[in-house]
């Protein structure tokens, strides 16, 4: 069974970045679909970002041009999430998830995905 581990949560200020990392357990094949999810407090869970065994990259409208997901070229278990120009809204647990199949046309749906990691916290204050 796959398991995932997020990386690199952190408190930063507003406006500043931080970039998280999700390591697999085993190797996430070419067929996978990666998503990036987060929940704050008392909230949802929410999609961010997801990329498809394609290539294909989908973001949410409220981090556009400030996320970019990527995986790493040299080991398709990584997969990464660079926040940039973060806010106080940003503020939340993220959490890396993983399936090999997935509606392309919901990607950000948390309803997609069957495995999952722990996450990690990032805190944005103002």
């Known amino acids: 069974q796959i398991q995932l581990r997020e990386f690199g949560g952190s408190s930063v200020e507003s406006g500043g970045s931080v970039t998280l990392s999700c390591t697999a357990s085993?190797?996430?094949?070419?067929?996978?679909?990666m998503g990036w999810f987060r929940q704050g407090a008392g909230k949802e869970r929410e999609g961010v970002a997801s990329?498809?065994?394609?290539?294909?990259?989908?973001y949410a409208d409220s981090v556009k041009g400030r996320f970019t997901i990527s995986r790493d070229n040299a080991d398709e278990k990584i997969v990464y999430l660079q926040m940039n120009s973060l806010e106080p809204e940003d503020t939340a647990m993220y959490l890396c998830a993983g399936s090999s199949v997935v509606d392309r046309n919901r990607p950000l749906s948390q309803y997609q995905y069957n495995y999952w990691g722990k996450g990690t916290q990032v805190t944005v204050s103002s």
């Open positions: 990329i498809d065994s394609d290539g294909s990259i989908r």
């Open positions: 085993e190797l996430i094949s070419s067929g996978y679909c």
